[in-house]
């Protein structure tokens, strides 16, 4: 099987290269993001593998068909910049269904403990021998209640976090999972009740800022928002006015609405034109990473093994048992 591998990195390459050989595959590291004027690149292959910031439209499906183009290997859980509906019948969509809640929900974690407890800033201050405490306070989570929306593996992972720093936690899921220890509310008593909200649901026409004016306007003052699912889960413009209002102690972000072509790229010596980027990064008690929640050593070999896997299954006639369908979207 050849494979055109869009958005190419150089840690990307550590697990592909060598097991892609084991499994006979040939692979074209491509560094540039799949997109319409890309998509071109994939003529001749047997299939294209992208990543979260890539995106496959009706049109590019059409393109992708023509030129026989049999699969699209996701290297990650989320499918939402994939047409999946234009797809049906004519390629197929295969995904990484889990490679390790673990590495988001600890990184979900991180981001609360940082900016709670403001080390992110304590570490520059430090480094230029300011050893001043003020504006650094933070608060006990120890017996607060955090709200998870999305009790999925990741959300299900969170909540074990967040049962060991013995808080009580509400879950927001419209198909609940049985035995969890936490309690599971209508997503206005989760917003209105939560001293933490932690985002887990994927990104649908549901879901879509589900984090808006009005499910902003429920919270808590002082409240700390965690989002390391997708971007468009929070209305952006909703809530910058929330942290003008004060609404807000924290905000951890791995993930922005318009990340797409910003994240995972060295842009600091550009201008950055997208003013609500710009303008989330100057508030002190926000604070963003670049979609990074994924990435340790064991998902992302996870993410390579499933992939390949997942390429060996078409190739072979297997059963596919990470085959994205349209009653995905439906
Ligand atoms: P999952 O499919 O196991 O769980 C998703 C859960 O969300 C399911 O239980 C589902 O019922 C629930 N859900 C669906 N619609 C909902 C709604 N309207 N309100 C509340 N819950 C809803 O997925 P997962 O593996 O736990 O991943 C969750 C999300 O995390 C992915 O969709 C992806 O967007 C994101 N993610 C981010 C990173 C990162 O690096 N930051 C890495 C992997 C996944």
Redesign the pocket.
Known sequence: MKIAFYGTKPYDKIWFEPMAKDYGFEIRFIELPCNEETVFLAKGYDAICIFVNDYVNAKMIDQLYEMKVKAILLR???F?HVDVKAAEEKIVILRV??YS?EA?AE?AMSLLLTVNRHTNRAYNRTRDFNMSLNGLMGNDLNHKVAGV???????QAMIRILNGFQMQVLA????P?KGLEAEYVSVEELMSKSDVISL?????S??EH?INRDTIGMMKNGVYLIN???GALIDTDALIDGLLQKKFAGVGL??YEEEEGIFYEDRSGEIIEDENLARLVTFPNVLITS?????TTEAMQAIATETLENAYALENGLPMVNRVGVEAVV
């Open positions: 990650s859980a989320g939402n269904p889990s809640p988001v990184f929306v999305g009790t999925g593996k990741i959300g927001y899921d419209p198909y999972v887990h649901c994927p990104l649908t549901d879901t589900i390391t699912s997708r791995d993930v979609h990074m929640g994924f990435f």
